[in-house]
């Protein structure tokens, strides 16, 4: 069974704000643990999108969302990793943007993130260990100490950053959430049969 300690705590490399695996054996022991995952969820505001909440004159909400993002969102759930999306904030465009990608746990306005992931792994049956949670504040850090796989971005706290098992290199919003998914699906042996349509068209 995986647990936490199985991912190695890389350093921090302060010209990027980001944390990298410092040698081969901890790059070893992201992909051991990722092997296993069969859940993440996602913060929305700062990891699906880059942070900023744009409001209109009437009060509607409105938010970017990356493409590159959403297509790796889609090849990792058709790899067979399940997909949820789990935050704080109500809005309308991110239950468009979850249907749009077929993401059916969707879980909004929640007081609790732990709670919510807690209910989700009992009604998937899936351990703590084998689920990640991708966060960049902290109010993720009780889901993200939870799960065995924490993922944060460069822009998050420091206090975040520190308690992440993985720091993506591309920021929230710019391909953060794609670098993840590839992430999972390499280590799952999966990335290349998801590959193979766009590389070896039909004739």
Partial sequence: MLSNQACPEPDVTT??????????????????????????????????????????????????????????????????VE??????????????????????HLHQGVESKLDTMQMLLGKLNIAPQAAAFMGDDVVDLPVMRHVGLAVSVPDAPQLVRDRAHYVTRRGGGYGAVREVCELLMSAQGTLDSQLAPYLNPPV
């Fill in 15 to 80: 010209s990027h704000s980001t944390r990298l695996p410092k040698n081969a054996s901890q790059v070893a022991g992201y992909v051991e643990v990722a092997k296993f995952i069969r859940l993440i969820a996602f913060d929305v505001d700062g990891v699906m999108t880059d942070g900023g909440l744009y409001l209109s004159d009437s009060g509607e909400e409105f938010k970017r969302f990356n493409t590159l993002d959403g297509h790796g969102m889609k090849m990792l759930s058709a790899s067979g």
């Fill in 83 to 104: 997909l949820a999306i789990i935050t704080g904030r109500t809005s309308r465009c991110v239950e468009l943007r979850a249907k749009n990608l077929g993401i059916a």
